[in-house]
């Protein structure tokens, strides 16, 4: 089931670029330009996400985010606000009510389909995460950022051992490229799929024999065989 953005801007060329991009990357998008559009949408079905702009021309992003936070039948609504670079003072009352990410015009198609992701992963992620992860021989200790295969231990950079993490997380189930780099790189923008592959690449070196626990999936991504 595709996620569910509401989208609030009234400059017509950018909502139209922000649906677009968002529609392209999976997501279900409803728009508003103006506030009280807004709230009225919020009213009939919560989005999973908001993304909106501060500066509207009716009730201010601010107010919004202010009801928002305020119901709560919304109060637990991600919000990520757009803001101009001449809005620093806006910006941080909005992050003051409430919201829980922003960006900053102008900003890449890219950057804001990643902030999104990253957003819904924060939302979605269980309330503790597993202090350690054990699948065959691999052993990671997650708070202790340590990793050993049959007792060995093994030194992984900061990326190699989130990699590895995802995969363990969900043995068997193939992890696309673009899914890796939202969970691994986050809103990095300098990054490619062509990354991935050499850290996974390196990855399985340093794993030695178990590397090849690591599957590579043709077209797709990769997953940890279950077996």
Not at 50 to 75: F, Q, Y
Not at 117 to 128: C, G, H, Y
Not at 164 to 181: F, H, I, N, Q, T
Request: aromatic share 4%.
């Amino acid at each position: 089931m595709r996620r569910r953005i509401l989208v609030v801007d009234d400059e017509p060329d950018l909502l139209e670029l922000i649906r677009l991009t968002l529609d392209n990357s999976g997501f279900e998008v409803e728009t508003a330009t103006r506030g009280s559009e807004a709230l009225a949408a919020l009213g009939r079905c919560p989005p999973d996400l908001i993304v909106l702009d501060l500066m509207l021309p009716d009730v201010s992003g601010i107010e919004i985010c202010r009801k928002v936070r305020g119901a709560p039948e919304w109060a637990h609504l991600p919000i990520i606000m757009v803001t101009a670079r001449s809005q620093e003072f806006e910006r941080v009352i909005g992050l003051e009510m409430g919201a829980d990410d922003y960006v900053v015009k102008p900003f890449s198609p890219r950057e804001l389909v990643l902030r999104v992701r990253a957003v819904l992963r924060r939302m979605d992620a269980p309330a503790e995460a597993p202090h350690e992860i054990r699948r065959g021989v691999l052993w990671l200790d997650c708070e202790g950022h340590r990793c050993t295969v049959g007792g060995r231990p093994v030194e992984l950079t900061a990326k190699e051992f989130r990699l590895l993490s995802a995969l363990m997380s969900r043995p068997g189930r193939v992890l696309s490229r673009d899914r890796l780099l939202d969970e691994v790189w986050g809103a990095e923008l300098n990054v490619t799929t062509r990354t991935i592959d050499s850290h996974m690449r390196r990855l399985r070196e340093k794993l030695g024999e178990s590397g090849k626990l690591i599957e590579t999936v043709r077209g797709v991504g990769y997953r940890l065989s279950a077996r």
